[in-house]
């Protein structure tokens, strides 16, 4: 027939050989990504154990160093490199001479690394340098060494030299590994695509036409298929699909600016109520600072305070929420929580001092099981303030961020700033609204940073009623 369409010039060949092409390039691109996120991570790898070791070595050599026990400085050298990976390990003193390596010869000589060493990685307490030599790449760890002291003095420091070949052999295995599974797939795929293909085009192309439409941005798609096979099922689940996005795409442009995920399930309940814009509210603020943070930041690794900060503020947060409070935002160590936003209560500030008299107790917590693990114990100061704030959309019509502005919110955070550890201040407007069921004492009045008349300020001692 001449009508009939050659098999090049047919849709299932067209399509299959699209799909194997795509499928290709695909799996070249998840093959050159996963070789060099596996790279990455082997080399962090190496770079971790290395400074393990280095540390170590640092820890144990002060002393050596300072009364000159060399035979102890070559033996930990040598254990250090006994390591799989290490090619070189040398402890250099503050005018760049080696005191100790794995070649005796090599002491007294001035250690420098080749010219062409380029820097990979520069963090407080290490350094990594890339280096080729003798065919091989090495990376040259540096870890300084230094006094225990509160003023630590720095004495030399010790160079590792990690090897790439490892890292490079590993990368070989896998790369042959994906070689071979991808070809099995991609064979797979273009004889599936083959007979998929086959099916009527008609379906298929309302289908991809109502897919670019979502695709551009109409979700204001619905189709009518009136099919019972799996074009049928597909329509229907698309329509589905269309619905969701329209009402993912509401719930987008108003989480955007609504950072909290306590306030998520109230829009969601009442978004009729919701107002966009700025209005004038009352409310009762809380802000909660860990007190000298910079200091204790220093004393712990940066590993570590990370891990102090996610358990801090996980806790934190669960109370805020727990006690019907919003988490406006968190800067640094601080917390700057809500109580009476989008939807205020007489109970506002009742609930902003129970939830902080229960976060001074958590911390009580946290500090005991942190003791336990021989770690610092963590301090808070809390003020809270209630009074009338601009509550609403800050910013431009492409970020917004529901908050509060005023200077009712900057009488709570000098509060904080003032509050010492463990302790809970309120100013006089939030006592007149909690003074039937809290215990507290009050303070001298105080002009507070930025303000010219006095405020009065109440010390939190213990909640008279529950």
Not at 116 to 132: I, K, M, N, S, W
Request: hydrophobic share 45%.
């Amino acid at each position: 027939m001449g009508s009939q369409i050659s098999f090049f010039s047919s849709l299932r060949f067209k399509v299959a050989l699209t799909l194997a092409l795509f499928g290709m390039m695909l799996i070249l691109a998840v093959m050159v990504f996963l070789e060099h996120s596996f790279s990455q991570a082997l080399v962090r790898e190496s770079i971790e154990k290395g400074l393990g070791i280095a540390r170590g070595v640092a820890f144990n050599v002060e002393d050596p160093l300072l009364t000159g026990d060399d035979l102890y400085l070559f033996s930990a050298i040598k254990n250090a490199q006994r390591s799989p990976g290490i090619r070189y390990a040398q402890i250099v003193d503050t005018s760049q001479h080696i005191r100790a390596a794995d070649a005796v010869e090599r002491v007294g000589a001035l250690f420098k690394l080749p010219a062409d060493a380029a820097l990979v990685e520069h963090q407080t307490g290490y350094q990594v340098r890339r280096f080729a030599l003798r065919g091989e790449i090495l990376l040259d760890l540096e870890v300084p060494i230094l006094t225990v002291a509160d003023e630590p003095v720095r004495l030399g420091t010790i160079h590792l030299g990690l090897s790439e070949t490892l890292i490079a052999q590993e990368i070989a295995a896998m790369r042959n590994r994906l070689t071979l599974l991808s070809i099995s797939v991609l064979l797979l795929g273009v004889l599936c695509a083959y007979v998929l293909a086959g099916i009527s085009v008609r379906p298929f192309n309302i289908l991809v036409a109502g897919v670019n439409a979502i695709g551009a941005g109409n979700l204001d798609q619905h189709i009518e298929l009136q099919r019972r096979d799996e074009f049928g099922v597909l329509a229907s689940a698309f329509n589905k699909m269309a619905t969701s996005l329209r009402e993912q795409a509401f719930i987008k442009r108003t989480f955007e600016r609504y950072l909290s995920k306590e306030l998520a399930q109230q829009l969601l309940e009442r978004r009729n109520e919701i107002k966009l814009g700025g209005d004038e509210v009352t409310v009762t603020i809380l802000f909660a600072d860990i007190r000298r943070f910079t200091s204790l930041a220093e004393e712990l690794p940066p590993v570590q305070v990370v891990e102090l900060l996610n358990a801090y503020f996980s806790r934190m947060i669960r109370l805020i929420t727990e006690h019907g409070g919003m988490v406006d935002k968190m800067m640094g160590d601080s917390i700057m929580a809500l109580f009476g936003v989008p939807f205020p209560s007489p109970t506002d500030a009742a609930r902003a001092v129970r939830c902080a008299i229960a976060m001074q107790e958590e911390v009580a917590r946290f500090n005991e099981e942190r003791a336990g693990q021989q770690l610092p114990p963590v301090e808070m100061g809390i003020g809270i303030n209630t009074g009338s704030v601009i509550a609403g959309n800050i910013g431009s019509a492409d970020r917004m961020e529901y908050t509060v502005i005023g200077d009712n919110v900057n009488v709570a955070a000098r509060l904080q700033g003032v509050a010492l550890p463990g302790q809970v201040l309120i100013s006089g407007a939030t006592c007149e609204m909690v003074h039937d069921i809290v215990s507290a004492t009050r303070s001298e009045p105080i002009v507070l940073k930025g303000k010219t008349k006095h405020v009065d300020v109440y010390r939190i001692d213990s909640l008279s009623q529950i």
